[in-house]
């Protein structure tokens, strides 16, 4: 395996050895005509190869996709606006969805087709943040008083339906403030919500759509997640720490 670590300001994409720690090579979207600095990854081996899908933040909003394999670069994504921030794939379907703050919109693409082509927009209303895709749902958090994220704290629910997705459900949550992560538990099948204004992390039942419990962590954004051992880690921005709980 490798790990990718996109550089926003540098708007390159650092390849490492996970055994060594060392760089294998900076990937520079730029240099094909993907211009944007690196936020949100996604993977998928649908292809035939392992594929990474890079959310590249700026105007024009597009989406660098990287082969795996060689961690050459391949395509660039056009969207319908700027602010690409967050990406998510289906890999049962061959969807790849992006989110676009500036546009405030979803879109859906089929990442099977070469080149890869868009299917449809979704306009949300709100600038959507964190999102995540999860047996044949995607999730997207999304603020609706930007920049004063007082109310931050909303999590739209798509499922899917012939060529695309549509709404099926929203939930109020804690405050994610301006980009805490969604993630889903191979553990225990909540998700886990880092509500960043709230200093907290929330633990949401995916089949009540309820809140299973909380836990103070100041500053939440990062989640990870360790299967075999049960341990979650989150990490604190601010306290520029990484918090590990048993599960």
Same mark, same amino acid.
């Given at each position: 395996?490798?790990?990718?670590?996109?550089? !926003?300001?540098?708007?390159?994409?650092?390849?490492?050895?996970?055994?060594?720690?060392?760089?294998?090579?900076?990937?520079?979207?730029?240099?094909?005509?993907?211009?944007?600095?690196?936020?949100?990854?996604?993977?998928?081996?649908?292809?035939?190869?392992?594929?990474? !899908?890079?959310?590249?933040?700026?105007?024009?909003?597009?989406?660098?996709?990287?082969?795996?394999?060689?961690?050459? !670069?391949?395509?660039?994504?056009?969207?319908?606006?700027?602010?690409? !921030?967050?990406?998510?794939?289906?890999?049962?379907?061959?969807?790849?969805?992006?989110?676009?703050?500036?546009?405030?919109?979803? =879109?859906?693409?089929?990442?099977?087709?070469? #080149?890869?082509? #868009?299917? =449809?927009?979704?306009?949300?209303?709100?600038?959507?943040?964190?999102?995540?895709?999860?047996?044949g749902r995607v999730y997207v958090a999304v603020a609706y008083d930007v920049p004063k994220y007082e109310n931050a704290g909303t999590i739209l629910i798509f499922v899917i339906v012939q060529g695309g997705i549509v709404q099926w459900e929203s939930v109020a949550v804690g405050n994610t403030h301006d980009g805490g992560m969604l993630f889903v538990s191979d553990v225990s099948g909540e998700m886990i919500i880092a509500a960043t204004q709230d200093d907290s992390v929330l633990f949401l039942n995916l089949s009540t759509l309820k809140i299973n419990g909380a836990m103070p962590i100041r500053d939440p954004f990062g989640i990870a997640e360790d299967y075999e051992h049960g341990w979650l880690y989150v990490g604190s921005r601010s306290e520029n720490q990484v918090i590990v709980i048993g599960r």
């Open positions: 395996g490798k790990v990718y670590v996109g550089n !926003f300001a540098e708007g390159t994409i650092s390849v490492i050895n996970p055994v060594t720690l060392k760089k294998i090579k900076d990937i520079k979207p730029h240099d094909y005509g993907c211009p944007g600095a690196p936020a949100n990854m996604a993977t998928t081996g649908a292809l035939g190869t392992d594929t990474v !899908f890079v959310a590249m933040y700026g105007n024009p909003g597009r989406v660098a996709v990287i082969d795996a394999e060689t961690d050459e !670069f391949t395509e660039c994504i056009e969207t319908n606006g700027s602010g690409v !921030f967050s990406v998510a794939v289906d890999e049962r379907f061959g969807y790849l969805y992006v989110t676009s703050r500036d546009a405030m919109s979803l =879109q859906v693409f089929d990442y099977r087709s070469m #080149p890869i082509k #868009p299917l =449809q927009i979704i306009d949300l209303n709100g600038v959507p943040y964190s999102m995540i895709a999860d047996k």
